[in-house]
């Protein structure tokens, strides 16, 4: 996660003087989330990669730059998809197993596997 300005470390702050919509509170500036463990992100992300891959040629720097990416993220899926998290519903302070995250990884996998197979046809077509 980045700021807007590219920073890295989102510290949170609550704003004590401040209500939000219909008198909420805490309101919060900053965002604590870049410390959490959300399982369910890579999914997304490997989805995206999966329909660049899809719908583009790429060049051959570009298709390779990627495929090392996918190749680090099907690691770290690999590693975490058992321990719990805290998904999308952002707990602050525990982390638990949900099935978002568990089906979000399974999409992570999935999408890999396209990927390969995409490129294993796109390899043969250009020799």
Partial sequence: ??????K??????????LAGYE??????????AYTQQQNDSLGYLMD????????FQGSLDEIESMWEIVKSIIKTVIADWRDPNQSI???????NHYVFSKVMCWVALD?????AKILRIKHYENK
Avoid: C, D, T
């Fill in 1 to 6: 996660m980045y700021g807007i300005n590219g």
């Fill in 8 to 17: 890295r470390v989102l510290r949170e702050e609550i704003l004590p003087n």
């Fill in 23 to 32: 008198n909420s509170r805490p309101v919060r500036i900053g965002n604590a």
């Fill in 48 to 55: 995206v990669f999966y329909r660049y891959y899809y719908h």
């Fill in 89 to 95: 519903w952002e707990f602050r302070s525990k982390e």
């Fill in 111 to 115: 999408r890999a596997i396209k990927i």
